[in-house]
């Protein structure tokens, strides 16, 4: 349930500092990754969200509900903790390899798509044409990005496509198993959760990997920005969107994403991506609007479910 009608811009303001602060961790993490290897980036990053998560779960009085919970469910959120591990890595991967975050963002524009798509297979959720309408714009603007322009199948995507459509894949995976178990725990073990398997991951990789654990100065500033905007204040803020606006809602503003990214990286890397990649950007973004909207009954054209 959402709040009355007079709260609603506290959802759209909440949605909105969501938005922009999961933009600037696409910008601090690809600053961090220029500077460092992989598996220091993720013991501080997933070692700063753990902490923050474990303060919130502490001090909210969350962190009891962990004890209570049956069997069952801890499995669960170690399947939920394992597919959100292969997400991050492949998340952080593409932006490591794709040269321009807001580039990474525009694509990661598929992630609703698949969402959408799982819905159905799984949660037997219905669709409309107009749906089906926007998640092919979607997609028509992801290869619009991602085309090279060559034939040769080894070349016709640029280097890091492959990671961001797996990427979007796995959180839609992700998302729509705890969409099934929402009430089995609270967001914030799950969010939880998952920040302290992926921090125990990195911690043994950072081990067997022999790096330092001395980084510049520079990268643990974008590494604490980023963990900080993305694991922590970008989530809680799309929580507490919930509360006054539908999920759907919040979601026209999170596909804003690009935008941010956009202008964000280019105050701090001074470069922009292509024109034709701009252009792509923009009917994926498109994509995504109508097909929220469409989900959230506020296109009432073509409302005939299949």
Do not use: C
């Amino acid at each position: 349930m959402t709040a009355n009608q007079s709260e609603e811009w506290k959802g759209y303001v909440w949605a909105l500092v969501g938005t922009i602060s999961f933009s600037s961790l696409y910008v601090f993490s690809k600053a961090g990754l220029n500077q460092i290897d992989l598996a220091q980036f993720g013991i501080y990053y997933f070692g700063i969200g753990f902490l923050l998560n474990l303060i919130l779960a502490v001090s909210s009085g969350k962190i009891s509900q962990i004890k209570s919970l049956p069997r069952k469910v801890l499995g669960l959120l170690v399947l939920l903790a394992a597919i959100d591990l292969a997400s991050n890595i492949t998340f952080f991967m593409a932006i490591r390899a794709i040269p321009d975050p807001s580039v990474t963002s525009f694509l990661g524009n598929l992630f609703p798509v698949f969402l959408t798509t799982l819905g159905i297979i799984f949660l037997k959720e219905r669709f409309t044409w107009l749906e089906a309408l926007g998640g092919s714009l979607a997609i028509a603007g992801a290869f619009v990005i991602s085309y090279t322009g060559e034939l040769d199948w080894n070349k016709i995507f640029i280097p890091g496509t492959g990671l961001v459509v797996i990427n979007t894949l796995l959180a839609a995976t992700f998302s729509v198993i705890v969409k099934k178990n929402v009430q089995k725990a609270s967001p914030v073990v799950f969010n939880l959760n998952s920040n302290g398997w992926i921090f125990l991951f990195f911690l043994g990789y950072f081990i067997w990997s022999g790096q330092s654990l001395s980084i510049p100065v520079m990268a643990f500033r974008n590494i604490a920005l980023g963990a900080f905007f993305g694991s922590f204040l970008g989530l809680l803020s799309f929580y507490y969107s919930y509360r006054y606006i539908a999920a759907s809602r919040s979601s026209i503003i999170q596909s804003l994403k690009g935008i941010f990214v956009l202008i964000i990286a280019f105050f701090y890397f001074g470069n922009f991506p292509l024109s034709i990649q701009l252009w792509g950007g923009g009917i994926t973004i498109l994509g995504v609007i109508v097909m929220t909207m469409a989900q959230g009954g506020m296109i009432r054209v073509g409302r005939n479910e299949h």
